[in-house]
């Protein structure tokens, strides 16, 4: 149901005060006092709770689309609090997405400085709406959510949408940092830092085997090869960086470090997960030690477990002992 919005004026510190009598119906009514009392809390994490929990509902008012993926948002997570209602919930909340699609497409094909900000703002909302998403969102097909990035994926997957906000976020970084987001978008360019998991990450540098490193072999490797090589060793090297960060940086929460690494990832890295190709595949299980640190995250429950088991199945066993310590780590 798409939000009967007569007068989207601007908000003050409560949305309440503003909707004050509301506008809109009882489910919406519900939803919108979840997302601003409950949900926005598990979106915002450690980070400054205000652009979530009143930035972006005032954004919303002016922007139809973004209202409709906070209520999918919201209606998502209440349906993890309150069980007895997941399938109303659930398609409370493909209706609402329903709606908004085609008015966020109409918007990111013309972005300008007045709505790009609601623009990133609904594309984040989509990641964790793929996130969340339970197998029954897909209709009679089942689509699990865990499953491996793949070229040609007839659903959108929660690796390649993050891509696509990091992309968003790249094209148009000098408005939303000048806009309500600026909080959120501080980087830290800072080198890898003592971390307890580092030793294990550093490892994985001899799989991608410099030409300096094997003097007596200075022709083991095809261009092809190295090139593969190159991109493994970029994604290493960032994923110990941001695996650092996600422990040791107050501006950086470990949720923040699973955006960055999935969007910061080489194309020709992403395209050596599509070919299924074992060392890339390690370095992706080693992700999913992120996710596992975040499994106490409605969105994100179980979702490194069932990518790792996935990895675990797909990978020969020569590769097993690469991916053991992932396997390893406990869930948080």
């Avoid at 997405?97 to 623009?119: C, D, K, Q, T």
């Avoid at 997957?157 to 970084?173: E, Y």
């Avoid at 929460?253 to 194309?267: D, E, L, N, Q």
């Avoid at 975040?294 to 199945?313: K, M, P, S, T």
């Amino acid at each position: 149901m798409q939000p009967r919005i007569s007068h989207p004026n601007g908000l003050t510190s409560s949305l309440s005060a503003e909707l004050s009598p509301s506008p809109f119906d009882t489910q919406t009514d519900e939803l919108l006092h979840h997302y601003t009392t409950t949900a926005y809390i598990s979106l915002a994490g450690n980070r400054t709770p205000s652009v979530y929990r009143v930035a972006i509902p005032q954004m919303s008012l002016a922007y139809p689309f973004l209202f409709s993926g906070i209520l999918a948002i919201s209606a998502l997570h209440l349906a993890t609090i309150a069980p007895h209602r997941s399938q109303e919930l659930h398609n409370f909340a493909v209706a609402q997405e329903y709606v908004a699609l085609p008015l966020f497409r109409a918007s990111v094909s013309n972005p300008e400085a007045e709505n790009i900000h609601a623009i990133f703002a609904f594309a984040g909302s989509v990641v964790h709406y793929i996130m969340a998403s339970p197998e029954v969102l897909h209709g009679e097909q089942k689509v699990d959510r865990c499953r491996i990035p793949s070229r040609d994926d007839d659903h959108p997957h929660w690796f390649q949408t993050i891509r696509g906000l990091m992309t968003l976020l790249s094209s148009h970084w000098h408005e939303l940092a000048r806009g309500p987001f600026a909080p959120l978008l501080a980087y830290d360019p800072r080198p890898v830092y003592d971390n307890s998991n580092d030793k294990q990450l550093a490892k994985l540098e001899q799989l991608f085997p410099t030409p300096s490193m094997l003097p007596s072999h200075p022709n083991s490797s095809t261009p092809s090869e190295e090139e593969s090589f190159e991109n493994c060793r970029g994604a290493l090297k960032e994923l110990r960086r941001v695996s650092a960060l996600s422990r040791s940086s107050p501006t950086l929460c470990i949720k923040t470090s699973i955006h960055t690494w999935a969007g910061g990832v080489s194309p020709g890295f992403v395209e050596l997960i599509y070919d299924r190709d074992p060392r890339a595949l390690v370095l992706l299980a080693h992700y999913c030690v992120l996710l596992k640190n975040n499994n106490d995250v409605w969105y994100l429950r179980g979702l490194g477990l069932g990518l790792l088991e996935h990895i675990r199945q797909i990978l020969g066993e020569e590769w097993q002992p690469w991916i053991q310590w992932a396997l390893e780590q406990p869930v948080s």
